[in-house]
């Protein structure tokens, strides 16, 4: 989680913080290019708003969106949120605010969130109050796109870090550049830029990013991948593995989506008349499809799919194909599926 930013004087080479002396930088332009890229073809009239913590990765999204999107066009805007957790974290969020507006950014709002008294430990609480604040945003500002910074390194490791909680496809296919939530386009324009992109596109600009402390906390595995694990990787099998890690995400994306619509016909096929689904049917299909078909049809029936586990699903699947007369699968939200009849119901 990054909270806020001081961004610094412009550099002396650059005339502002978007000039066109700062565009011969490589970075700048790598990032200016991806956002171009990203803006291209964007459906909806709307403006764009960048989810600006005022860390390098957001602060370089929302220097280069408030280049390109006006040549495409396109209103730009940012939305900070102060999740109220560290000292100063209010007055951090203002500066972002004043710097997006002294670019040209708009509209751009501070956000402040309360953290305390949601589920989950303090990250996860401090993400989930930060999504529905950077959504309501975009909702009341009718954005076309919410654009957020993650970098080709933070893709690598949410691989990494999937590899090793024994993750499915759908867990290494990382992050996807473009998904909807909650009918709002999120879009990573720069998970293909690497992360010394962003920092040197910061540097040719003149802006000092702020730097979370928590990034570097080793009390967060995440923080442990990216201080340790991806440099051991990189020292031992070379440089190009933190893009092969997002090669990879990129690759199983792809099949996953493939394999979903798959499922997708699989799950029609396979309702029966009477309610529920067929053991038969749901006994022909490949096991890479039953299992997401019945996973499909889990959260259909009002399963949270962040409390759907593997566990879960591979329970379902034993109703079909390792039947033994087991009794009823406790499903998150307390649903019940048994076997009956040839059928799965609840
Ligand atoms: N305080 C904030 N205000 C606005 N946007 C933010 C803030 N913190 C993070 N973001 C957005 O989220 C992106 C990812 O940030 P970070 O990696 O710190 O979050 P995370 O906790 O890993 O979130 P995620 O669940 O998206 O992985 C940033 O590049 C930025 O676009």
């Known amino acids: 989680m990054r909270a806020g930013s001081e961004p610094g004087p412009p550099a002396p080479q650059s005339r502002t913080a978007t000039g066109d002396r700062a565009a011969l930088a490589p970075a700048v332009a790598a990032v200016r290019l991806a956002v ?10 709307g403006p764009v708003l960048v989810a600006c913590s005022g860390g390098a990765d957001s602060l370089a999204l929302a220097a280069a969106t408030a280049f390109v999107a006006p040549r495409l066009g396109r209103r730009a805007g940012l939305v900070t949120v102060d999740h109220g957790l560290q000292p100063g974290s209010a007055q951090r969020a203002e500066r972002v605010a004043r710097w997006g507006r002294e670019i040209g950014l708009d509209p751009v709002e501070v956000v402040p969130v309360t ?22 945003a975009a909702r009341r500002h009718s954005a076309a796109g919410l654009l957020l910074g993650h970098t080709r390194d933070d893709q690598a490791e949410t691989v990494l870090l999937a590899l090793a909680r024994g993750a499915g496809p ?16 999120l879009l990573r324009p720069l998970l293909d830029v690497p992360r010394d992109d962003t920092r040197e596109a910061c540097a040719a600009l003149g ?56 499922a997708a016909a699989g799950l029609s096929a396979t309702r029966a008349a009477e309610g529920g689904l067929s053991v038969d ?43 033994h007369g087991q009794g009823a699968v406790h499903l998150p939200g307390g649903l019940l599926v048994r076997r009956h009849a040839g059928r799965l119901t609840t």
């Open 170 to 185: 759908r867990g290494l296919a990382g992050m996807p550049p473009r998904r909807e939530r909650d009918g709002v386009p």
């Open 281 to 323: 049917g749901l006994a022909a299909l490949p096991a890479a499809v039953r299992t997401r078909v019945l996973h499909a049809w889990a959260r259909e029936l009002g399963a949270s799919p962040a409390a759907l586990s593997h566990r879960h699903v591979a329970a379902l699947d034993a109703l079909v194909t390792d039947w």
């Open 115 to 136: 953290v305390a008294g949601r589920p989950g430990g303090p990250e996860a609480a401090a993400r989930e109050a930060r999504y529905d604040a950077l959504l309501a």
């Open 207 to 262: 802006l000092t990013p702020w730097e979370d402390p928590h990034n570097a906390d080793p009390a967060y595995a995440r923080s442990r991948v990216r201080a340790d694990v991806l440099p051991a990787l990189v020292r031992a099998l070379g440089p190009g593995v933190v893009g092969n890690l997002a090669r990879t995400a990129r690759l199983l994306a792809a099949d996953n989506a493939a394999l979903d619509d798959v």
């Open 36 to 45: 171009r890229r990203a803006l291209t073809g964007l459906a909806g009239d």
